[in-house]
C-alpha cells in the first residue's frame, strides 16, 4: 500500500534551516508528482510546494517562495523540503502529499521560535 512518512521536523529559531524529508513507498515513485503541504493551528492547509515526476519543474506557495526549495531523488523513493530563513509564520504540521490518487503522510511537526 502506499506509505509517505515524513521526518526532519523540530523547533528552530528564527532565521535558521531546517530540511524535511519524505519516503515513500508501495508506488512507482519516479512516475508521481509530489508536493508539500503545511497546516498552521486554526488555519486551513495550504500548498507548500510541488515538483514534476522528474524533477524537473518545482513550483511554490507565494509565502515560500525565495526561501524554501523543493527536490527529490527518484533513486531513493524521497522527496525533500530545503526550508531556510524560517519565520514564526512557518511555524506548522507539514505533510507529504502524492496528486495521484490524494494520498497524504502523517505529518512532521516544524516549530520555529526564540
Known amino acids: 500500500q502506499v506509505q509517505l512518512v515524513e521526518s526532519g521536523g523540530g523547533v528552530v529559531q528564527p532565521g535558521g534551516s531546517l530540511r524535511l524529508s519524505c519516503a515513500a513507498s508501495?508506488?512507482?515513485?519516479?512516475?508521481?508528482?509530489m508536493s508539500w503541504y503545511r497546516q498552521a493551528p486554526g488555519k486551513e492547509r495550504e500548498r507548500v510546494a510541488s515538483?514534476?515526476?522528474?524533477?524537473?519543474?518545482?513550483t511554490y506557495g507565494d509565502s515560500v517562495k525565495g526561501r524554501f526549495a523543493i527536490s527529490r531523488d527518484n533513486a531513493k523513493n524521497t522527496v525533500y523540503l530545503q526550508m531556510n530563513s524560517l519565520k514564526p509564520d512557518d511555524t506548522a504540521v507539514y505533510y507529504c502529499?502524492?496528486?495521484?490518487?490524494?494520498?497524504w503522510g502523517q505529518g512532521t511537526q516544524v516549530t520555529v521560535s526564540s
Open positions: 502529499y502524492r496528486q495521484t490518487g490524494g494520498y
Open positions: 515538483i514534476s515526476s522528474a524533477g524537473v519543474i518545482s
Open positions: 508501495g508506488f512507482t515513485f519516479s512516475s508521481s508528482a
